[in-house]
């Protein structure tokens, strides 16, 4: 069927008749990104109601179009104002683990050293497997008028197959392999996640800056320069994510502010009743024993990567709480868990 | 600060008075036998909770914990963690210099073992030891046969080397303002491929979570396919505002409903196989509907993505009819209704008449332009047909509308 009746001639050409408002836009400094093309009736700001169709924003609506389920109706659920600036960052500095990080500088390791770097590998491999199922469970449930929120969630996916994969790479490529699964690392409160705010506050925010916070020790923890250089490259990449969780947080509570003690429950659950450690959590046993000999520099110097796990737990959780006031919840300081409380900084 | 300067403010900033102890901290030191007020006693003696925390995780049973406590040595980690059996001293090189080291050189001794049937629940790494007790992630993907396809392995790599950005790599500046009606044409199809795309791209993501971690190259390899879907939504949305157009009307939801109500992966492979295979052949004959270089570009890199997903679905389809003949049968079905969807799609006349003028050159030309997209749709069907063949299915009678447009 076609939108319109057809013509004395045959055709139909009402498509002809859509384009009231010319759109010209032009190339700025880092090409044509999504921000010059977000103009007039097509720009964000111009969205008007839901829709359960596949119809993006700024598109002319059919008469007959179907519905395609449910999906998020307000804005607010899933929008984050940086997400068209990361969507474009992300398109920009994809990398590679085949060819970026410079495996010939991989060199045997003590044993003992190699096999807390085979540790680590193997639970950050499990880890960012959940972190590219998460937004792809999502994504039906974004509206297509917020498409740039989609892009940038289809964009992390990708993002999140090459940690998977640039792990997986390092623990077979150095005369190791891969050892214990991971259990408890609280990846279940992700997927058990029911609503977009609270996935997002969760691996966005809390997990995904955790990981952030761990790869920026990364010169403490890798033994080389392949071993730095992923983890540099990894944390490039999740300083996106964590930024896009906490700009959808901040405008959640910005033009929804009704939800904050519906997100402390989330955040409350996480923080206590779950593993303890929060979502990504550090703590089960072989990464914490992996990551103090590869902090202290061998097991004999386990005591001395204790002091320094101990520091970077203590950093992960105050650049957590630092996160969350930027996105407006700083009463979370007075609410943390009994786990993290302990290494919250004084004001 | 030093590291010991800062272990000692942070020790000093809490007591055992002020800290608050978990239940499930409570729960585990019962089960490990541990006496009540033996937690306090560690905080009162200046350990972290977190200490305590990582000695119950790691099993310390009431009666260490209370010798240490009385000042008897340390409980040391046994590190079992590094005696588990799992495959050790591998070392995977490059195959490929050009390429560098590819999922594909991970896949030695007993890493490289992809199942027929993955048993595990969890999201366990393939190779890594298992642990005892898991939760059930919620998967139900668990048979190679349903996804796998050989060729995902070497295309995975390919996709992260072929990558480009819209943003840089393609000529904006070297747009020029067209007749306006070519203009509208050129923004209709836009709007139609930058919806079909974001549409089928969303649609793979809701099924990653699916899939176990048995078949990880093909979950790898599927977020290269989800992340080409968005990059060409990206493009296509841009093309159609930077010319003095616009976005068009919204495309027909035939198609794109028949793949999102299906019930099952090789279902929607199946339906998505359809259009994949006619959007290759539009693709790769870009040129016929390009009104000047840089569309031509932008169709010519689509193309060399669509092949990759298209490789995967021809081997996919392939294999999983070779391990499952007894579903043989059953694919007609879904081929069938897809064929059937999407031609109802081409019927449209926002989808043909747009097209018509591009292939006719003008509005006065939209007769020769319908009987060129005729002939062109006849050339996607065709295509469409000698991929299933490829993946050694023949379909003995298309759906009506296609063996309509075939005789026509």
Known sequence: ?347 | MSTTEALAKMAAGQSATSVDVPQEARDKARQLGWEDGLIELALSKGHSLQEVWQALRGGVSGEQAKQFLAGGQMVRPEFNWMKVPTEWGVKARASDPELGLAIGDLNIGTYGDIPDTWTNRSEIARGSFPNAIVEDMGYTIFEKAIVWADCIVPRYEEAIRDRWAPATDLRWTSLAPLPEETEKAVCQVMTELSERSYFEGALLSGWLPQISYGYLELKLFLSTVIYDLAKMSEAFRKRALSNGGGLGLQAPTDYMRAAKEARSYPELVAILFVNDSAQLTFFKHGDLFAQNEFERELYALCARDRQRHMDYQVDRLKHFLYKMPERREEQNLYFNKGENRLAKDWSDAIVNEPLALLLGGGRDKMDAGMAKLAEFRKLQIKEYVENLEKATFFRNHLNGRFEDILAN
């Not at chain 1, 966005?204 to 761990?214: L, N």
Request: charged share 25%.
């Open chain 1, 1 to 347: 069927m076609a939108a319109n009746p057809t013509t004395e001639s045959g055709l139909d050409l009402s498509w002809l008749n859509l384009y009231d408002e010319p759109a010209s836009a032009t190339p700025g400094k880092k090409g044509m990104t999504l921000k010059e093309i977000n103009l007039g009736q097509y720009g964000e700001v111009a969205r008007k109601g839901g829709d359960m169709t596949t119809r993006l924003r700024g598109v002319h609506p059919r008469p007959d179009a179907q519905r395609f389920g449910p999906n998020y109706q307000s804005k607010a659920d899933v929008w984050s104002e940086n997400c068209v600036m990361l969507y474009e960052e992300a398109v920009q500095r994809q990398w590679s683990s085949a060819r970026d990080i410079p495996w010939d500088t991989l060199q045997e390791l003590p044993d003992e050293i190699e096999r807390a770097m085979c540790q680590l590998c193997t639970m950050l491999t499990e880890v960012e497997f959940i972190a590219g199922d998460v937004p792809g469970q999502w994504m039906p449930f974004v509206s297509a008028q917020d498409f740039e929120a989609g892009l940038f969630l289809m964009s992390q996916i990708m993002d999140e197959a090459r940690h998977t994969d640039v792990f997986r790479k390092r623990a077979l490529a150095n005369g190791g392999g891969l050892l214990a699964q991971g259990a408890n690392l609280g990846l279940r409160t992700l997927i058990e996640a029911r609503d977009f705010t609270e996935m997002s506050v969760l691996m966005h925010v809390q997990a995904e800056g955790f990981v952030q916070s761990m790869f920026r020790m990364g010169e403490l923890i890798g033994q080389t320069d392949a071993e730095k250089r992923i983890f540099r490259m990894s944390a490039q990449d999740e300083s996106r994510h964590l930024a896009f969780g906490v700009m959808h947080l901040k405008y959640v509570l910005d033009t929804e502010p009704e939800r904050r003690e519906e997100i402390h429950h989330y955040l409350d659950k996480a923080e206590g009743d779950a593993s303890g450690g929060g979502s990504g959590d550090v703590t089960f046993p072989p990464v914490f024993e992996s990551l103090c000999i590869l902090l202290g520099g061998g097991v004999d110097k386990f005591d001395e990567g204790l002091q320094k796990f101990l520091l970077l737990r203590k950093r992960q959780i105050n650049e957590y709480l630092h996160r969350l006031e930027v996105a407006g919840l700083g009463d979370r300081r007075q609410r943390v868990g009994p786990l993290f409380a302990q290494f919250v900084d004084p004001v």
